[in-house]
């Protein structure tokens, strides 16, 4: 196990390096006068203005130094200020990254829940019309632009509940039930596109172990058929779902962004949004640095967790 | 037709979910090849007094907010939507699949780098590296082709990688090796032809993929941009006239999806025709 | 039929009863739906609506513009020019305090002009009043302003240049970030991409205003969001929404549309230095090729009137006038091939891509500029990299939108006049730069009005604008919004008469 650990941990240190790099390289690399795009957004420019900005971002040193300047400097928790507003930008980012989090995470467990029943009916209604009729209603799920579902869902609703407060965002703390159920339509929306995916992984390994030899012979006992599912088929079933979750938060992380734009939340997808209208390079390379090695670590957690499930896993 | 591909096709066939997506596919395909054809109107002429009108004889699915015959948009719509996918996909197979061969087939160091910058990309949450790239390059249709093309190779070169090492390490390879047969010919005769099922399943579900990310890309602002046809845009336009005329909405949002779907079942029904632990029992 | 006219009758009786009955009542937040996060909130470096209908609310000017776009005393309570034009006296408010409690005088007016003078504020502000040769406070109470040259549009002009305290400013305060001044509303709170809260100034020197507790201006960028946003009341307000939103907005229940007509206008810029735009023909053929009423259609769902070069009413020339806004296609190909474009032209056109109405009008003008043999390559550019093309000069054409200016001289002389501060079109005339200048120097209005006539008969047809579309402004708000008027610059002045009737 301390083995494994070690070797997860250069592996994860590479990879934090390689992503480092090219995040820092992104300002480096747009075509043209970075700081001169960058003032693009506002109509007046001086000569000053410009030595000034290049200054501030350290644009006229060499690349390497540079490199060791961001780097340190964001080991520390200094991601730089935010061009226009002088804001620390680590400090914006903390501000939004729970909020985005909490809506992928919510979004994640509904989607599990879901893809239960889904993966079940599936495995055992294999090749029946009932299993077409559930696979096509969960791959629609996944083709289902977001934006659009969103948009719908919110009409719907109005249409519907007009009481209902669905847009915007309240802190938990000021008010819990105004922010649950605002949470309500954008997590249905991220939620749907997933179900599919799981459905699958899980319909699959389903069908693996009720081949294997103990749940035939638990169904030689004599067992209902229920309690061998519950009892045995779908808790080992369960395991490979783990495996795909990591890459699920990849895809929620990206339909947080769409997301949060037609519901007007204000999480990490509002801000590199923002950030791109206004040209905020050094905001924009931030956040995706911080969302990015969130995502990492998430994989992390869920290899860890993987190996404590699955005995067959190598720890080598 | 080889044995292989009969072995895939014919359960494609047989299956009603397969057929589905074949048949959409295909609508999708003609309706993007022949739109000149098919489309009754042409997809940028406005004629103010119908617009936003529901479907009417004249104009089957209606019309969006400057009359322009929406039916005619959409069969434009499909080209340059699927004009994206295929160049970002054709990008992201190429580039991948080169990167994954060469990486099994060479072996040591060169393979340790090339299967470490993967891992790197994989590491980035899908649309925002497409983002970040349509950021730093400015958005347009092109941009997001090629954005949403770096991002799939990874998953392209770690899909070949795995299979080309087992074809490499075959007896019958390390023959050809041995009698002498060049590099080139190795790859291109034995190793590519039986990753092919492989790289077929993974090219439809990215198509499908492909497809939706550029709608999104194209709602966000960061695709393509008018007054050029796309999905992604038609349906972003026609969402301030929800209430109003909800018809531009729906049907530009059925069109993504039909186009969508249609894929992503092919790909779906062909994954499982192909993966051996699913076939049969 | 009885019963028809009884319900019709009551229906009256309860809305005079209604008009009559409600007073103005204090208290309640306005929640205002706002379309894009202000990027900072320094009134005196910001371009964008996003940031004025904010610091609009925080600051005040020595003057205001009225809704019929005079200029009327604000933190000026009277003032007085000497004969020769060149200097103005200001009578300040005294009693008048700042939103940290201190009391406001002449010089901090003096300080503010100033910080706008100065080059290192960096203020777009700045080339308007070039004219202005020394700011002095004489005592806490008199401001003399003195001229190098006279300057009509003077007092239009001070009514944007917000008053800060000088104290606070050099205290080190983040002027973007924390905005302070002597407004109706005192800053509160900015959580970004979010809300903007600001809670009322008890100390306000207009007596018994403003009647709301606070506004909170939620940013909600996505267009239906905010439709759906103020039909179920989640908002109260959406201030200055597109023509497409208002025409989705008017059949919506509770919901009423507040209209004023549009200083800003939608324009397509034509690059003279470069051909064939270089050739005043191909500029009038170009004029003769749109179909402006059309757009008013298309576009603006029939809320707006064609452009001439001047929106103001009191200054703007019939547009009989003009003889190339009767769209002619036949006359334009004339034009062309007399230019020595016998088979039409090809040219680029950029569009501004964050304004919808500019996105929409630009596709109806390429397709009415086809029939005359211009064929246009539309691209729609980011707006960083539109301004930055518009800025380099790079480009064919362009389509934008501009914001009006109370006084003609403030949108014609930095536009037209050889090397103004935004002719990015390179034009050059003897004719308009001289009477641009007799214009802005001639201080009666009498006198201004033939000058101001012989220039929109110069630039309307063979200028490099074409001028499109005045759009009719639309703000929006729930039936219980009272009290709120709209000015056609889009200032919000009158959110401090505003209230929410019960």
Known sequence: MIAFLFKRSLDLLFVLFGVSVLVFLMIRLIPGDAVEIMLGANTEITPEGLAALREKLGLNKPIFVQYWDWLTAALRGDLGQSVWTGRPISEEIVQRLPITLELTVLSLVIAIGLAIPVGVLTAYWRNSSAEYLIRLVSITGVTLPSFWLGTLLIFLVFKLAPGWQTLGYVPFAQDPWGHLSRLVLPVITLSLPMLAGLGRVLRSSLLDVLNQDFIRTARSKGLAERTVLYKHALRNAMIPLVTVIGIQVGYLFGGAIVVEQVFAIPGMGRLILGAISERNYPLIQGAILLVTMTFVLINLLVDLVYAKLDPRVEYA | MSLAWRRTLLPLLRNPLGLLGLFLTLLVLLGALLAPLLAPYDPVRQDILARLSGPTGSHWLGTDQFGRDLLSRILFGFRNSLLVAFSSVLIAVVVGTLLGVSAAYVGGRYDRAVMRLMDVLLAFPIILLAIGIIAMLGPSQWNAALAIGVVYIPTFARLTRGPALVVRNTDYVQAAVAIGAGNRRVILRHILPNLASVILVQTTLALSTAILVESSLAFLGLGTQPPNPSLGQMLSEGRPYLTLSPWTSVFSGLAILVASLGFNLLGDTLRDTLDPRLRGH | ?502
């Open chain 3, 1 to 502: 039929m009885n019963g028809r006219w009884f319900g019709l009758l009551a229906a009256l009786l309860l809305a005079m009863g209604w008009s009559l009955a409600q007073n103005p009542v204090r208290g309640g937040t306005l929640q205002i739906g706002a379309d894009a996060s202000p990027s900072g909130l320094d009134p005196h470096v910001a371009t964008a609506f996003a940031s004025f209908i904010v610091t609009g609310q925080i600051y005040e000017g020595l003057t205001e513009i009225d809704e019929r776009l005079r200029p009327r005393p604000a933190l000026a309570e009277s003032w007085s020019v000497s004969s020769d034009g060149l200097t103005y006296t200001f009578r300040i408010r005294s009693g008048v305090t700042f939103h940290d409690g201190k009391a406001m005088t002449a010089g901090d007016i003096a300080f503010s002009i100033n910080r706008v003078r100065d080059t290192k504020t960096g203020s777009p502000i700045a080339s308007r009043i070039n004219l202005v040769k020394d700011v002095k406070a004489t005592s806490a109470t008199q401001l003399v302003v003195e001229l190098s040259q006279p300057f009509a549009p003077m007092l239009i002009e001070l009514a944007g240049i917000a008053v800060m305290s000088e104290d606070y400013v050099k205290a080190g305060n983040d002027m973007q970030r924390r905005p302070m001044g002597t407004g109706p509303f005192a800053f509160k709170e900015w959580v970004p991409d979010t809300y903007i809260l600001l809670e009322r100034n008890a100390r306000y020197w207009r007596q018994g205003r403003p009647y709301l507790d606070a506004l909170r201006y939620n940013i909600v960028p996505d267009p239906a969001t905010r439709q759906v946003g103020l039909a179920s009341g989640t908002y109260q307000f959406l201030p200055n929404i597109d023509p497409s939103l208002a025409v989705t907005l008017r059949t919506t229940p509770n919901v009423k549309l507040i209209t004023a007509q549009d200083l800003a206008y939608t324009l397509i810029g034509m690059n003279a230095s470069r051909k064939p735009f270089d050739n005043p023909r191909v500029r009038e053929a170009l004029n003769y090729a749109i179909n402006r009423s059309q757009i008013v259609q298309a576009v603006y769902f029939g809320n707006g009137a064609p452009a001439g070069p001047l929106g103001l009413r009191s200054w703007a020339s019939p547009q009989g006038a003009f003889p190339c806004y009767n769209t002619n296609a036949n006359k334009a190909k004339e034009l062309l091939a007399q230019a020595g474009y016998a088979n039409g032209v090809d040219f680029g056109m950029i569009v501004i891509g964050s304004n919808k109405t500019v996105v929409d009008a630009a596709q109806v003008v390429q397709q009415q500029l086809a029939q005359a043999g211009f064929r246009a390559k539309v691209e729609v550019l980011e707006q960083g990299k539109f301004i930055q093309e518009w800025r380099n000069s790079n480009f064919d054409t362009f389509a934008s939108i501009n914001g009006g200016n109370a006084d003609p001289d403030g949108y014609l002389f930095r536009t037209f006049s050889t090397g103004g501060s935004t002719n990015v079109f390179k034009y050059s005339s003897p004719t308009v730069d001289r009477l641009l200048n007799q214009g802005r120097t001639t201080v009666s209005e009498e006198a201004r009005r033939p000058i101001y006539a012989r220039l929109q008969l110069e630039l309307a047809c063979q200028g490099p604008i074409a001028h499109l579309v005045y759009g009719t402004l639309f703000s929006a708000a729930r039936e219980n919004v009272q009290g709120f008027k709209p000015i056609p610059t889009r200032s919000l002045i009158y959110l401090r008469d505003t209230w929410l009737a019960r």
